[in-house]
């Protein structure tokens, strides 16, 4: 192949110049038959057809996931004919070892209707990297190629020597796990914590395993902890009768010369429920005392194992023309390095994972990222080391090849997101609002993990049990120096009490992003059939955010912060009917739980006449959001949990579509939950001073509260929580005070 050397820095216009090269490939899609043909000769051209038809199907087919399902379709349906294939390397240099790479640029054209082609979209590239290849160590040494990682064991010499003798501040400096696997010897065993204590007298240096199940097939295989099995799980744990996962972990605990490994199938009673209980209240200990978590970033289910193979790689054939040297080298497909390159080439398309994989959405692996302080990812292709140190950034990052990258941003853009997570530990020097705060944060983290995670999804409370546990010592702690009193909180369904009125008002975020592609766009019936699913299976109440996905709370939020400030509620709450089900205060809950509130109700239905209107509020996320008119007086900014009604398709489209809302709004009711400031938006040069001069802030202060539907077929004071009510902060209203004065009545609500 005629490689020409260009550099990884290369822009378009120099890459058409210098890419001109005698390696040129064009190729039919959808099949490639080009390729399939020459495979039978080119293990790469076999290597690189699975790669473009399995790995990035979505970038040949040209499909852009947007906000317009509409645009998906028709990019869907396009007919991208021709697909072109450029080759070249590039010694790539960053402040590890250099390393070679094949750099391919595929460019797709599509069919016109006149038959012609025309380019359906930019070039992508496909990044390969050259590495050694078992069995040709002269190869590798003429050409200084790295070696491939070829056992866990190995791991140790990756990371830097100082991070096993470097200790953090954990949570619970005497906190031992009630059971941990001893892999020092084998076979391994279970050992309890008095037995560890008793041969010891400290406190031992652990792993802590994160990783998901898998779906009910792959979960089959795993070997749990039971009462039936606990005595000889005592004597013996044989590691070919694990799954590979687990097998990976205690291979990895061996080779960090880690004592002892925490993995839950082995270390809580699976058929005791006050013992699983009991360890999920500690989760945050177990995880925050951990030396290291283990996270299997890459694996889908126990059976994955840590590391996964080289899915695409291929022996090339190499001699040197200069020396005598002859044998091959391995051409493997970087993942990361190709989703660079897509990024920063590439219009963005289809946004995915460089693994296929969901770990870092599963439910149960929030609590432990959140909690652990020193973390280990393995990906398909990569390890990555993420201490405090390092802002949760990694130290360190390997390729399973063994290159070294020690900056973080080589990582990829796309890549940050996923494995940057941070949440505020709470400590003595935080004050109660700040606590509050940063629990309603971590809740609005929480609620972008979708309920289908769960494989129980009655797991959604219990699975962040262990956070709550961590927060519930400094909220109740004696407040006297800031002149408040003991406050003893009740935990009401991921809640406090003390701060409950302001957690219910959130909203569906809009600001787009990954949150706003998951926010539901469903029609108000099939809300209120899923409110009540979550009530009556999930035990969540709908005045959670964790009934939806993608929601904010609006005075947490940095944008709307800025607008509403200083809540302060004037609903009464009753009681709390939301107490445990079992021995753990933080986790599930009886079934429909409910707040029994006192406050002032108003029925929109009174409010329907021909005065009153309702428009989309100007936006570039005018979904959900409209503004309700009487006459030309504005009265509230309605946020809703639901779509708007299907729009007709005549020519009085809008009108219609007005009336739709405007009938489904009348069956709901706006209940005052408190008052906030509201900023003015507009004010004179001379009235901002004035203000200034008279030490006064620019403040309105207005109600807020909750949109409510009432429960089918429930009793009258039975209500679903379905959007917020609030004040447009860029058209302030006086007819939202005297509303609930003249036509609020003060009623006892019933709020699921």
């Known amino acids: 192949m005629g490689w020409s050397e260009v550099g990884l820095e290369i822009g378009r216009g120099e890459f058409e110049e210098l890419a001109t090269t005698e390696y040129f490939l064009t190729d039919t899609l959808p099949t490639l038959p080009t390729l399939q043909d020459s495979s039978l000769n080119c293990n790469f051209c076999r290597v690189l057809r699975d790669a473009l038809l ?379 609002g700040e606590l509050l705060d940063m629990w309603l944060k971590l809740i609005r983290s929480y609620s972008t993990i979708s309920a289908s995670s769960f494989t129980n999804p009655l797991d959604i409370l219990p699975a962040i049990s262990g956070l709550a546990a961590m927060y519930h010592p400094y909220l109740t702690r004696n407040t006297s120096a800031q002149g408040l009193s003991r406050l003893i909180p009740d935990y009401i369904a991921g809640y406090w009490k003390q701060d409950l009125a302001r957690s219910m008002l959130w909203s569906i975020n809009l600001s787009g992003g990954h949150a706003a592609a998951m926010s539901p766009r469903i029609q108000l019936s099939r809300l209120l059939e899923s409110l009540r699913t979550s009530s009556q299976k999930h035990r969540i109440p709908s005045w959670s955010q964790l009934t939806r996905d993608g929601s904010l709370n609006m005075f947490t939020d940095r944008f709307w912060a800025t607008k509403y400030c200083n809540f302060r509620p004037t609903a009464s709450i009753l009681d709390a009917r939301t107490k445990p089900a079992g021995d753990n205060p933080f986790g599930y809950t009886q079934e429909n739980p409910h707040l029994l509130l006192q406050t002032k109700v108003v029925n929109l239905k009174a409010l329907t006449s021909p005065n009153v209107t309702v428009k989309r509020v100007p936006s570039s996320t005018p979904y959900y959001s409209h503004q309700l008119f009487d006459g030309n007086q504005p009265l509230c900014l309605i946020r809703r949990d639901f779509a708007d009604s299907p729009r007709a398709l005549d020519g009085e489209e809008e009108r219609k579509h007005h009336q739709a809302l405007l009938k489904e709004l009348s069956s709901c009711y706006l209940a005052l939950i408190g008052n906030c400031d509201v900023k003015k938006r507009w004010e004179s040069r001379r009235r901002r001073y004035w203000n200034r001069l008279c030490f006064r802030n620019n403040w309105d202060h207005k109600p807020i509260g909750l949109v409510l539907h009432p429960v089918p077929n429930g009793s009258p004071s039975d209500f679903y929580r379905v959007g917020i009510f609030m004040p447009n902060a860029w058209e302030p209203s006086r007819r939202l005070p005297e509303l609930f004065e003249s036509m609020g009545e003060t009623r006892e609500i019933c709020l699921y």
């Open 54 to 432: 399995n790995q990035y199907a979505d970038l040949i087919r040209g499909v852009n996931v947007g906000r317009d399902p509409k645009e998906d379709q028709d990019r869907r349906d396009a007919d991208p004919s021709l697909l072109t294939i450029r080759g070249f390397h590039s010694r790539i240099r960053f402040p590890g070892p250099d390393f070679f790479a094949v750099q391919l640029q595929v460019t797709i054209l599509k069919r016109t209707e006149h038959s012609g082609l025309e380019l359906f979209k930019g070039p992508f590239f496909m990044e390969w990297r050259i590495e050694a290849a078992e069995g040709n160590q002269s190869v590798t040494d003429h050409l200084n190629l790295p070696k491939p990682l070829k056992s866990l064991f190995d791991i140790k010499d990756l990371l830097p020597a100082s991070y096993l003798v470097q200790d953090y501040e954990f949570v619970n400096s005497t906190f031992v796990p009630k059971m941990l696997l001893d892999v020092r010897d084998e076979p391994a065993r279970l050992v309890s914590r008095e037995t560890i204590l008793t041969s010891s007298g400290r406190v031992p240096k652990y792993a802590a395993l994160s990783y998901c199940w898998g779906p009910p097939e792959a979960a089959s295989q795993q070997h749990t902890l039971t009462r039936d099995t606990l005595a000889q799980r005592l004597q013996q744990i044989r590691l070919e009768e694990l799954p590979l996962t687990v097998r990976d972990a205690v291979c990895v605990t061996r080779a960090l010369t880690l004592p002892y490994l925490w993995v839950d199938a082995l270390c809580i009673l699976q058929d005791d429920v006050s013992d699983w209980e009991q360890q999920c209240v500690d989760m945050h200990k177990i995880y925050g005392n951990a030396h290291i978590t283990l996270c299997a970033a890459a694996s889908k289910s126990c059976i994955d194992g840590l590391v996964q193979p080289h899915q695409y790689h291929a022996l090339i054939p190499f001699k040197s023309a200069v020396h005598d040297v002859v044998g091959y080298y391995s051409l493997r497909l970087d993942i990361i390095g190709t989703k660079k390159l897509i990024a920063k080439y590439a219009p963005p398309v289809n946004k995915f994972t460089p693994d296929g994989n969901s770990w870092h959405n599963r439910g149960w692996v929030f609590q432990e990222r959140a909690s652990s302080h020193r973390k280990l990812l393995f990906w398909r292709n990569s390890i990555g080391l993420f201490c405090p140190s390092s802002d949760d950034l990694p130290l360190v990052y390997h390729t399973i090849s063994g290159d070294c990258v020690s900056r973080p941003w080589e990582l990829g853009v796309e890549l940050t997101p996923m494995v940057v997570f941070r949440i505020s530990r709470p400590n003595d020097h935080h004050s109660q």
